[in-house]
C-alpha cells in the first residue's frame, strides 16, 4: 500500500512539472526574413552529343541584374559537389578585388569515369567518353551559356582528380577552347600515366 501511495505521489509531482516549464526564455520578438542566399539555379540541358539530360547549376554574380555588365565564365566539373566551396573562394576573391565577378557553370557528373577519360581502360567499363564530353561542352553547353547570359570571351575549366585529369587532357588536346585552366589533383595515374607521356611533347 505504502508503494502505492509513493507512485501516485510521484506520478502527480511529474504531471505537475510537465505543465510548469523549468526554463523561462525571454520573448525577443519574431526574426523576419529579408534577403534569401541562393547559390544557384539548377537546369536541364538537354545533349544531343550524349544522348541523355544533363543538368547543369548557374551561379551569377551579386549584382547580375541590375548591371549591364558582361561576366567571364568558369565552367565547373563535378558541379554538385564542387560548387559549394568554389563559390565560397569566388566570393571572397571577388570581394577583394583579387579577380572580377565570374558566372560559375556547374557540370553536374553522371558518369564520371565516361565523361573525365580521352581513352578506355580494361580495367574501367565505360571509360573512354572524354572526347564526347568535350564535344558537348564546345558545341551545346558554351553556345547555350553565352546565349543565355551576358558573358564575356574569358573562359576558365576548372577540374579536380578525375576532373583535373579531364581539364589536363582539354589542355593539351584544345588550347584555345579557355583562357585559363584550373587543374587540381589530377588523376595523372590514369592508363599508366600516358597523359605524362604526352606532356613532353606537348
Request: net charge negative; with cysteine.
Amino acid at each position: 500500500m505504502t508503494r502505492i501511495v509513493g507512485s501516485v505521489v510521484l506520478l502527480i509531482f511529474l504531471l505537475g512539472c510537465t505543465n510548469t516549464p523549468s526554463v523561462h526564455v525571454a520573448d525577443t520578438g519574431k526574426a523576419t526574413p529579408e534577403k534569401e542566399l541562393i547559390i544557384g539555379t539548377v537546369i536541364t540541358l538537354h545533349s544531343t552529343l550524349l544522348r541523355e539530360e544533363r543538368p547543369i547549376i548557374i551561379a551569377l554574380p551579386d549584382g547580375y541584374d541590375t548591371s549591364r555588365a558582361t561576366y567571364p565564365v568558369l565552367y565547373l566539373t563535378d558541379g554538385l559537389q564542387n560548387i559549394w566551396h568554389v563559390m565560397g573562394t569566388i566570393e571572397v576573391l571577388a570581394r577583394t578585388g583579387s579577380i572580377p565577378p565570374l558566372i560559375v557553370v556547374g557540370i553536374q557528373s553522371t558518369n564520371r569515369i565516361r565523361d573525365f577519360t580521352m581513352t578506355g581502360s580494361p580495367d574501367h567499363p565505360g571509360s573512354g567518353g572524354g572526347h564526347q564530353f568535350l564535344a558537348f561542352i564546345e558545341s551545346e553547353l558554351i553556345p547555350y551559356v553565352d546565349s543565355s547570359y551576358r558573358t564575356n570571351p574569358f573562359r576558365i575549366l576548372e577540374g579536380h582528380s578525375l576532373g583535373g585529369l579531364f581539364a589536363a587532357s582539354v589542355f593539351i588536346e584544345n588550347p584555345a577552347l579557355f583562357n585559363g585552366i584550373i587543374i587540381m589533383s589530377p588523376s595523372m595515374w590514369w592508363n599508366h600515366e600516358e597523359l605524362t607521356g604526352r606532356v613532353g611533347q606537348f
